[in-house]
């Protein structure tokens, strides 16, 4: 949705924050969108918790003289703070889930195709916990909680998968990804549902709510007035965050929001690219209390 994020820019705005630049494509086309004509006043900042995707950017972005990279989570505003050398933005986006980088590349362990080792962390130079281990120690009520939670698995189905992993580790631990493939066949789950379960844990193992959810009780502080935040996520929990969120501070009377209705993407663009078929992306703007 380049198109929709690119139209979504505030008008004036020269400090843009992306908080999940990735492979640098949403950076690049506000940069197309904005520059030339803006070339001497705009500044945009992308920031990616996965350091392989950063470096990938940085091959990709480094000679635009507009765009500084740097290692952070969209949530560390001290860390994007020592990035881009201010705390306030005039547009942030979020683009929050899983790059095709991530799945082409057998070695980060989120495909169910590739084989592996089960690592799934986006940030491996932390020393967060890796699928595996997350796996090996894993109380089976709370991982069964987690699949019915962001899996939407019903209560027996989520319970009968996280106990048989459990019985299986007990045996041998699963180490890699087409180990627990197998692991997961064993009962009859299709490759969908594996593919879901390989989504709940990578979520897990990322924390990936707890980041958007400091980040919603916080971006508020960072947006100029007439600042807007565009936020697109992939999954419905997500989703139903941001949007619970954004009517919450509309409520309040300090936001308003820009689309009633969420956007999603084209036909044509669904029809090109199956991944952008959940793609969802609501936008809110900071009312300028000043004026
Ligand atoms: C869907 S991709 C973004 C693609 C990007 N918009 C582009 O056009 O190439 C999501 C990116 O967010 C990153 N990410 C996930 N959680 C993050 C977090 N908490 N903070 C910063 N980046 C994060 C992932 O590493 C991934 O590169």
Redesign the pocket.
Known sequence: M?QE?CDHIPQGAQWIL????????????MHDYLCPKDVDTVHLIG????E???AD?ILRLSTYPTITLGH?????RDEIKKIAWVDSFDYI???????R??IWDAERGFSIKADGPLDMR??STSNGMTAEQYLQRMDVQDFSAKLQQYGDFSPARAEQIALHIARSRSSQPITTTLELVDVLREIKLDGRKQAIIFQVLRIVV???LG??ER?LESFGDHLTPWGRCAI?T?HSIEDRMVKQCFKELSEKGDFHLVNKKVIIPHRKEREKNKASNSAKLRVIEKVDKGS
Do not use: C, P, R, S
């Not at 992306?18 to 086309?29: E, F, I």
């Not at 952070?72 to 560390?76: G, I, L, M, T, V």
């Open positions: 380049a994020v992306d908080g999940t630049v990735g492979h640098g494509g949403h950076t690049l086309a920031v990616d918790k996965d392989k995707m950063l950017a952070a989570a969209y949530d560390q986006l979020l683009d929050i889930g899983i790059n980088g991530h986006f940030d990322n924390d990936e980041h958007l980040f697109m992939f």
